[in-house]
T-cell receptor, first 106, second 113 residues
Framework: KNEVEQSPQNLTAQEGEFITINCSYSVGISALHWLQQHPGGGIVSLFM???GKKKHGRLIATINIQEKHSSLHITASHPRDSAVYIC????????FGKGTKLTVNP | DGGITQSPKYLFRKEGQNVTLSCEQNLNHDAMYWYRQDPGQGLRLIYY???????QKGDIAEGYSVSREKKESFPLTVTSAQKNPTAFYLC????????????FGEGSRLTVL
């Protein structure tokens, strides 16, 4: 079993829909990262969190330490949100999930 | 603007040749990392450095080498000993290793012909 599991692997949505991407992990962590990888390959950090919830614009990230689970939500999705979303967890060493490919159609 | 610059973006090499990928950051970050990304897999750590003139092997260091002579620079050499070097390589940095937000470069795609 992988140390970091993301679901779903692929997600297609219509513009305006509410999106949820999940991340479950089995390792001990001091922080969890949500990253966004664009089609060209560059990666941008969206959130780093160790408890509770964070919000930035239309993006919301939550983490439940007891259940070892995090979710990334996108409200009012837009085609420009189309990307691969990656969850990474750890302390001194980060373990990366395989990513969730999101496609938002107009 | 502060950020991380990787070069080249695309690189082709023949088998048996060494190649060096450049990574420069002007964020004044202490920690720098090299990751490898293959299709269908998560990022894997090749090497990391937490301070100038010091670096540590990651999970897949065989066939790679690095140096950290300056705080802002962390070049990666893919040697001929790396058996399957065709991949997408990403450089990243953070303020500290354990808790710092990660900043990534745009990546370098290496193809061995």
């Amino acid at each position: 079993k992988n140390e970091v599991e993301q679901s779903p692997q692929n997600l297609t949505a219509q513009e305006g829909e509410f999106i949820t991407i999940n991340c479950s992990y089995s390792v001990g962590i001091s922080a969890l990262h949500w990253l966004q990888q664009h089609p060209g390959g560059g990666i941008v950090s969206l959130f780093m969190l160790s408890s509770g919830k964070k919000k930035h614009g239309r993006l919301i990230a939550t983490i439940n330490i007891q259940e070892k689970h995090s979710s990334l939500h996108i409200t009012a999705s837009h085609p420009r949100d189309s990307a691969v979303y990656i969850c990474a967890v750890g302390s001194e060493k980060l373990v990366f999930g395989k990513g969730t490919k999101l496609t938002v159609n107009p | 603007d502060g950020g991380i610059t990787q070069s080249p973006k695309y690189l082709f090499r023949k088998e048996g040749q060494n190649v060096t990928l450049s990574c420069e950051q002007n964020l004044n970050h202490d920690a720098m990392y090299w990751y490898r990304q293959d299709p269908g897999q998560g990022l894997r750590l090749i090497y990391y450095s937490q301070i100038v003139n010091d670096f540590q092997k990651g999970d897949i260091a065989e066939g790679y080498s690095v140096s950290r002579e300056k705080k802002e620079s962390f070049p990666l050499t893919v040697t001929s000993a790396q058996k399957n070097p065709t991949a997408f390589y990403l450089c990243a940095s953070s303020t500290t290793r354990a808790t710092g937000e990660l900043f990534f470069g745009e990546g370098s795609r290496l193809t061995v012909l």
